[in-house]
C-alpha cells in the first residue's frame, strides 16, 4: 500500500534551518508529482511546495518563495524540503502529499516550531 512517512521536524530558533524528508513507498514513486503541505489548527491548510514527477520543475508558496527548496530523489524515492531563515510564521505539521489515479494520499506529518 502506499505510505509516506516525513521526518525531520523539530525546534529551531528563528532564522534557522532544518530539512524535511518524505520516504514513499507502495508506488512508482519516480511516476508522481509530490507536494508538501503545512497545517496549523485554526488556519487552512497551506500548499507549501511541489515538484514535478519527470522534470523536476517546482513551485513555491509566495511565503516561502527564496528560503525553500523542495527536491527529489527518485532513486532512493524520496523528496527533501530544505528551509532556511525559518520564521515563527513557518511553524506548522508538515505533510507531504500526492495523488495516485485520482486518490490522494498523506503522510502523518512531522511538526515544526520556530521558536526563540
Known amino acids: 500500500q502506499v505510505q509516506l512517512v516525513e521526518s525531520g521536524g523539530g525546534l529551531v530558533r528563528p532564522g534557522g534551518s532544518l530539512t524535511l524528508s518524505c520516504e514513499a513507498s507502495g508506488f512508482v514513486f519516480s511516476n508522481y508529482p509530490m507536494s508538501w503541505y503545512r497545517h496549523t489548527p485554526g488556519k487552512q491548510r497551506e500548499l507549501v511546495s511541489l515538484i514535478a514527477a519527470r522534470d523536476g520543475s517546482t513551485k513555491y508558496a509566495d511565503s516561502v518563495k527564496g528560503r525553500f527548496t523542495i527536491s527529489r530523489d527518485n532513486i532512493r524515492n524520496a523528496v527533501q524540503l530544505q528551509m532556511n531563515n525559518l520564521s515563527p510564521e513557518d511553524s506548522a505539521k508538515y505533510h507531504c502529499?500526492?495523488?495516485?489515479?485520482?486518490?490522494?494520499?498523506w503522510g502523518q506529518g512531522t511538526q515544526v516550531t520556530v521558536s526563540s
Open positions: 502529499f500526492t495523488v495516485i489515479l485520482e486518490e490522494g494520499y
